[in-house]
């Protein structure tokens, strides 16, 4: 009897120390990714307010887009996805007059935001506050959303945007929005 | 009490005096900058691996020190700032576990498996102590006997 003592002690170590880690482990699998979380925190719900000053002077506030689509795009000048996206938005914007487009610039330079845009084109408001990405649960660049006339959030894009892309996504939710 | 008993006294003492220096707190930020710099420790970078909101020198990192920095200076409070910053990420984000819910079990759980261990080693200690008071039997006495006479025979 006594042999099997130290078999036991180690048993009465080691339940516990598997039970420990096999909560660790229930814990990391079952929380939710940055992913998920961040795309259906907005979808679905009323778009965040954005109430600031374009470059151009102007005051931009989304509320007084109620009643038409709008494409909320947050995007810098050093990030190369969003310098290969900007032909489609502009093409996208040309071709959709009847949909709003405003950009966040997100940790950029203002000269550089508007240098930027009296190269590239584009002539749709753009914001400076990069604080309104968070509230927008940007964490990268470029990402862009679609806002209904409604005022809902009903699309996220994570990644460049196509003017083909960004088309068939109004066209799909349109019937539903 | 015994005088190993009174070791362990002194040095569970020592333990626990060193635990709560380590613990205590430092006390409020004195400044809003020292708010905003404790609280940006709090958030773990979104796009970071390891790296507090204050530690990062990623662009959104930068974005939500500014943030932070600008709620503090606006008046709002702590807790406020955190349930905004929660809102908008993943619970992720934070870098302290909440106290309620399955992640809770964080907290809970070393402590249990802490006094578990403690009380294991005292079982199994004590057991052992109690090994070692037993009387000798007959064939130990046999055996140290024998031991002795080989010592004596050389």
């Known amino acids: ?177 | 009490m015994s005088r190993l008993a009174l070791g362990w006294l002194a040095a569970g003492l020592v333990g626990l005096v060193l635990f709560a220096y380590g613990a205590a707190d430092d006390g409020p930020p004195q400044t809003n900058a020292d708010r905003a710099y404790a609280l940006a420790n709090d958030f773990a970078c979104p796009v970071c691996n390891g790296q507090s909101v204050a530690e990062s020198d990623a662009s959104i990192a930068r974005i939500i020190r500014a943030d932070i920095r600008q709620q503090v200076d606006e008046g709002r409070t702590d807790d406020e700032i955190t349930a905004y910053l929660r809102s908008r990420f993943p619970d992720d984000i934070a870098l302290t576990p909440p106290a309620s819910g399955f992640a809770g079990l964080v907290w809970v759980l070393p402590v249990v498996a802490i006094v578990a261990a403690v009380a294991g080693l005292v079982v199994v200690f004590r057991r052992w102590s109690a090994d070692a008071a037993e009387p000798a039997s007959d064939d130990d006495a046999a055996l140290v006997e024998a031991a002795q006479q080989v010592r004596e025979d050389h």
């Open chain 1, 1 to 177: 009897m006594s042999d099997d003592r130290p078999r036991r002690t180690a048993l009465w170590i080691a339940l516990p120390v598997a039970a420990v880690v096999a909560v660790f482990v229930g814990i990391a699998a079952t929380a939710d990714t940055g992913e998920d979380a961040a795309t259906s925190e907005l979808v679905g719900g009323l778009a965040p307010a954005i109430v600031a000053e374009a470059t151009d002077g102007s005051t931009f506030d989304l509320d007084e887009q109620r009643g038409q689509w709008v494409l909320v795009n947050v995007f810098a000048t050093w990030c190369v996805p969003c310098i290969e996206e900007h032909p489609e938005l502009v093409a996208f914007s040309e071709a959709n007059a009847d949909v709003a487009v405003v950009s966040i610039a997100f940790d950029d330079e203002p000269e550089r935001v508007s240098d930027f845009f009296t190269r590239e084109g584009g002539d749709w408001p753009v914001l400076l506050d990069s604080t309104i990405a968070i509230d927008w649960a940007v964490a990268q660049v470029p990402e862009s959303f679609l806002v209904a006339p409604s005022g809902q959030v009903v699309y996220h894009f994570r990644g460049g945007v196509t003017q083909e892309g960004l088309e068939q996504a109004i066209g799909d939710l349109e019937g539903r929005a």
